[in-house]
């Protein structure tokens, strides 16, 4: 494995690796890499030639208050595990190789980022969508890997690919959980052993209702209700939204029908976690 | 030459030549084809083993009141015209093609986009950057032909390709003018005969200023002033802006230097045109 920093020798290998039939598989990510990533990083390698792993905590998808300046940051951990499952570059660029000072074109996301989880960090997808269409212009993927525990932002990755006519396939990936439910995430890191216990209720949640829309519950409120009750019995934690939409319309529907999502986000303490469950799918 | 109106073809055979190692050369027009744009062609035929005119007047960077409806096109001579030129695909899709009824994502060409054109055209520049984006996207193109008369145009797609890092060389190419010095454009057609005896007026103004700057006037709005006078003399006529600005910040400069850009828009009539001049080059 190589480790690139610089976002134009990233881009002449990908060039390079394009124009000899080579295709690039990419998972981008913010690094603390964790079994969630690793299962993204094992399908990129079964399904593509080269597989790269980028490394960067995106500035731009943090708002002034939450937590850039703490995010895990376990580089040396990361080179590690990531040189292990065989890829073939880790892309690691410094914040300006990404953001230099003259930087000023966005992605804007229109009206899908401002629900859910744009309504509680303002500009947070519009980050996102910019970094993720810039990894895709330096690294040339032909499919790029993302999780579903974040599922705005796979429906938001894919609108764009859509929109723009990116030429990428976008692959959506089960989310990897740990014995006890807990979806895997970076943010794991910051819990307190009490809230780390407490954590799993946000998977119960999720199972009980969508074992609740399997016995014919399919009134989203109630669902939402449902899932807004059983979180309300931890102590330390805050719902900030529990909310069945329809991945076309990112829109509350009149009945939950199969493929409809609820998903979650919430603060546990101080740390925010998010997950969901997609209706009548096995994948939890 | 063929006519290619689905974007998902003009894709296929775009990735299909550069799976083959061919480098495409892109000419982005609205249509009404005229000398400016043959010239881009011509330069494009030059430089690239294929060459894709596209044609797509896009209701994205016309504001509400502006002349969409009324905009010349004229697809079969244009077609004519292209053929003759020897370009490759002539890429001429429907307004569905680019923004099926699930559009959202656009292009956000940041401060730059609110200035000069952007302050008379709200919105303006975000369409034409999404567009060039897809275009980009659906051609692949190598390098990309942009007329020097629009140069904000030119300065907003050279910062996008920068800040994407996309893999496209934007070339700026020299304005084409009529005889009387007219700067070649497709809303010409629109002037009548008065206001075409009176549009060299722009060029004329530009051109003084130019030779103003030679004879040792190094203030702005000394220079912007002369073009005032000149163009406050045409029956008609209102302007709009008529500004200096350095090509690196898109300011008014303390002191004009080489490379800096005088720039003019103007009502004649109900038309509305551009041009410019940059000091101290050729180019005029």
Excluded at 171 to 192: F, K
Excluded at 206 to 225: D, F, I, N, W
Aim: net charge neutral; aromatic share 6%.
């Amino acid at each position: 494995m190589i480790v690139i920093e610089s976002a134009a020798a990233m881009q002449q290998q990908a060039l390079a690796w394009r124009a000899a039939g080579e295709e690039v598989g990419l998972v981008p990510t913010m690094g603390a890499i964790h079994a969630g990533h690793q299962s993204l990083v094992s399908r990129a390698k079964r399904e593509n030639q080269r597989v790269v792993v980028s490394v960067f905590v995106n500035p731009k998808q943090f708002g002034p208050h939450e937590d850039l300046a703490s995010y895990p940051r376990s580089f040396e951990r990361d080179r590690a595990r990531l040189e292990q499952l065989g890829v073939d570059v880790l892309f690691h660029p410094q914040v300006d190789q990404i953001y230099p000072p003259s930087f000023r074109t966005q992605v804007d996301p229109g009206p899908w980022a401002e629900r859910l989880e744009g309504r509680s960090r303002p500009g947070h997808f519009a980050g996102v969508l910019t970094v993720v269409l810039k990894l895709f212009e330096v690294t040339q993927p032909k499919r790029a890997y993302f999780g579903q525990k974040d599922i705005q932002q796979l429906l938001l990755v894919r609108q764009m690919v859509r929109d723009f006519m990116l030429p990428v396939r976008v692959v959506g990936c089960p989310t990897v959980r740990e014995p006890d439910g807990l979806a895997m995430s970076s943010r794991n890191a910051y819990l307190t052993a009490e809230q780390r216990a407490a954590a799993p209720a946000l998977h119960q949640a999720l199972t009980s209702a969508s074992e609740a829309y399997r016995s014919g519950v399919t009134h989203p409120e109630q669902l939402e209700r449902q899932v807004r009750e059983r979180l309300g019995q931890v102590p330390d934690l805050a719902v900030d939204y529990a909310q069945v939409f329809s991945e076309d319309t990112l829109e509350r529907p009149q009945q939950v029908r199969p493929g409809d999502v609820l998903a979650i986000a919430v603060k546990l303490g101080s740390t925010r976690l998010i997950d969901n469950v997609v209706f009548g799918a096995d994948r939890l």
